[in-house]
């Protein structure tokens, strides 16, 4: 059978594995030339096979730098949380993991998911935490009645609503900021300044006062 190590890290594994300048620093460009895909499309644009092709690799990276986004940020807090004079490397990782997952979140109702996924997150729990109750005498019904697939569609619906409701304001200012930093030039300075920093990093990580603690 097939075995992947990495599936058997623990979070701190995880976290070790990018506490190591030559990770970091791939990381860094691989992620950054991810983000400046775009300018690679613009410039290729005229030539009709290498345009075709960078299209498509841009259709690509938009989804796949969902998840290298995700990525960068926990990069971004690793370094953040076990290496703090680095600042400089921790904002470019939020960054950038900021601008890739909102590529794709943007062109999805915010509101609307964040709102479901409450709900969804909510009705759960109060399923977890009452359902050892419907035995009680008296209660014990009530509780089930609640706790049926009917009640806790009510109960989502209701937690749904009002998260929609409250939470809507701030959701719209997050997309909005979110578009910003996903937009193309935005992305490709960005990108470029990714890059930038990973050959730093890779070059002389002492210059950005990056210095990991010892084993």
């Given at each position: ?68 986004g995700i990525l960068d940020l926990f990069v971004g807090y690793v370094v953040y949380s076990v290496a703090p ?23 999805f109702p915010l509101a609307f998911l964040f709102a479901l996924a409450i709900a969804v997150f909510g009705a ?30 009510v109960i989502g619906f209701v937690i749904f609503c009002v998260v929609y409701l409250l939470g809507g304001l ?46």
């Amino acid at each position: 059978m097939l075995q992947i190590p990495i599936l058997d890290w623990s979070l701190g594994d995880l976290m070790l594995f990018f506490q190591n300048d030559w990770n970091l620093a791939w990381v860094l460009i691989l992620s950054g030339g991810l983000t400046a895909i775009w300018l690679l499309e613009n410039i290729t644009d005229p030539i009709p096979l290498l345009g075709t092709i960078f299209d498509g690799l841009v259709a690509i990276g938009t989804f796949l730098g969902f998840f290298v986004g995700i990525l960068d940020l926990f990069v971004g807090y690793v370094v953040y949380s076990v290496a703090p004079e680095a600042i400089w490397v921790s904002i470019a990782l939020i960054v950038m993991g900021f601008s890739l997952v909102m590529r794709v979140l943007t062109k999805f109702p915010l509101a609307f998911l964040f709102a479901l996924a409450i709900a969804v997150f909510g009705a759960a729990t109060i399923y977890g935490v009452l359902e050892p109750y419907t035995t009680l005498p008296g209660i014990g019904t009530y509780i089930e009645m609640a706790i049926s697939v009917k009640g806790l569609l009510v109960i989502g619906f209701v937690i749904f609503c009002v998260v929609y409701l409250l939470g809507g304001l701030l959701i719209k200012l997050i997309e909005l900021v979110g578009k910003v930093f996903a937009s193309t030039p935005v992305s490709i300075i960005i990108g470029l300044a990714a890059i930038a920093i990973g050959v730093i990093v890779l070059v002389n990580p002492a210059i950005l006062s990056l210095a990991w603690p010892p084993p």
